[in-house]
T-cell receptor, first 111, second 115 residues
Framework: KQEVTQIPAALSVPEGENLVLNCSFT??????LQWFRQDPGKGLTSLLL?????REQTSGRLNASLDKSSGRSTLYIAASQPGDSATYLC??????????FGSGTKLNVKP | GAGVSQSPSNKVTEKGKDVELRCDPI?????LYWYRQRLGQGLEFLIY????????KSGLPSDRFSAERTGESVSTLTIQRTQQEDSAVYLC?????????????FGEGSWLTVV
């Protein structure tokens, strides 16, 4: 069974810092890797989806990389802002669009 | 509707009672998924439906959990004889097809507290 681990569990940084969130998965036979944002009391918002054949995806200040062979993905956030404070979830997708989630990294960006 | 709709948003129930949680997917989405998220943890897959095919129930934690879906519309997740460990957020998601690459949309969840 796919196991997804995220490090660190929580992170607190001052506004403006660049930061990296880490994700690892045990089964490299994934179809895609997706990063989600979760705000308290809200559903999940997809941030970036990397197909298994891709190495990275970028959207604005966010960049996600995927190394399928080593079972790792990172989410890089540039010039962090207080509005980035949320829980970030990494999820490995199978061919039926089912996702296996990590426990998340809770990010706090201090003004 | 515009997004995935779930009800109730909050439910407090006594141990041993049955509960039903409802999910209304985005119109036209043939795939519907249920996940559970315990406090401080990631989402656990429970079950998914794809059109009129037999559902994938591989994530249901016990026979107290069941789900139904009528055609390609509303789904109901039922938990019988609730236990305290069932306290969690139950999230529903839908996509056009149950196939990798289809954008998945999540509802805001149903918060269940068993006392």
């Amino acid at each position: 069974k796919q196991e997804v681990t995220q490090i660190p569990a929580a992170l607190s940084v001052p506004e403006g810092e660049n930061l990296v969130l880490n994700c690892s998965f045990t089964d490299s036979a994934i179809y895609n890797l997706q990063w989600f944002r979760q705000d308290p009391g809200k559903g999940l918002t997809s941030l970036l989806l990397i197909q298994s054949s891709q190495r990275e995806q970028t959207s604005g200040r966010l960049n996600a990389s995927l190394d399928k062979s080593s079972g790792r993905s990172t989410l890089y956030i540039a010039a962090s802002q207080p509005g980035d404070s949320a829980t970030y979830l990494c999820a490995a997708g199978d061919n039926f669009n089912k996702f296996y989630f990590g426990s998340g990294t809770k990010l706090n960006v201090k003004p | 509707g515009a997004g995935v709709s779930q009800s109730p948003s909050n439910k407090v129930t006594e141990k041993g009672k049955d509960v039903e949680l409802r999910c209304d997917p985005i119109s036209g989405h043939t795939a519907l998924y249920w996940y559970r998220q315990r406090l401080g943890q990631g989402l656990e897959f429970l079950i998914y439906f794809q059109g009129n095919s037999a559902p994938d129930k591989s994530g249901l934690p016990s026979d107290r959990f069941s789900a139904e879906r009528t055609g390609e519309s509303v789904s109901t997740l039922t938990i019988q004889r609730t236990q305290q460990e069932d306290s969690a957020v139950y999230l529903c998601a839908s996509s056009l097809q149950a196939q990798a690459g289809n954008t998945i949309y999540f509802g805001e969840g149903s918060w269940l507290t068993v006392v």
